[in-house]
């Protein structure tokens, strides 16, 4: 009988065990989506990632040396908030083909906040590559990812 229930336990346990590691893994698992045209091609940017880390939510889509990356006060999130990409320099990087480029004009609008949950937006600049005057770049992008921490 005491063997039984020890079994008993063990397996209430696992199972407990179980489900707790099979929710920490979606909890840590990246979902949403990014889009971006840029200069009037679409560029393929795979999943977005979003994680808060000492205040500062960092929101990057990154793929095949394309992408962007977005760093956020999580205190100054506002949904409906707009930022001049321009003036906030270090929040906003855009990189296409392996060159980065630093927007000259543009702005990025949070449409979706939802403290750790979740960070939807939409943004739109034009740009020189960085360390080049000609080297031009126009974008409009979207954006929408559950923040993993």
Do not use: H, Q
Not at 42 to 70: C, H, M, Q, R, Y
Not at 112 to 141: C, H, L, P, Y
Request: with cysteine.
């Amino acid at each position: 009988m005491k063997t039984t229930s020890k079994i008993l336990i063990l397996f209430l346990l696992s199972l407990i065990a179980t489900s707790c590691f099979k929710k920490l893994k979606e909890d840590l698992t990246p979902d949403g989506t990014a889009s971006i045209v840029a200069n009037g091609t679409i560029v393929d940017l795979g999943k977005p990632t979003a994680v808060t880390l000492l205040g500062v939510v960092t929101v990057e889509a990154l793929k095949n040396k394309s992408g962007f990356t977005l760093l956020l006060n999580k205190t100054d999130i506002k949904a409906g908030k707009t930022y001049d990409l321009k003036s906030s320099t270090g929040v906003f990087t855009f990189l296409n083909e392996g060159t980065y480029y630093v927007p000259n004009t543009g702005s990025l609008e949070i449409t979706k906040f939802t403290d750790n949950k979740i960070v939807e937006g939409k943004f739109n600049f034009e740009g020189a590559a960085v360390g080049s005057i000609s080297k031009r770049m126009t974008a409009t992008g979207t954006f929408t990812v559950n923040i993993i921490f």
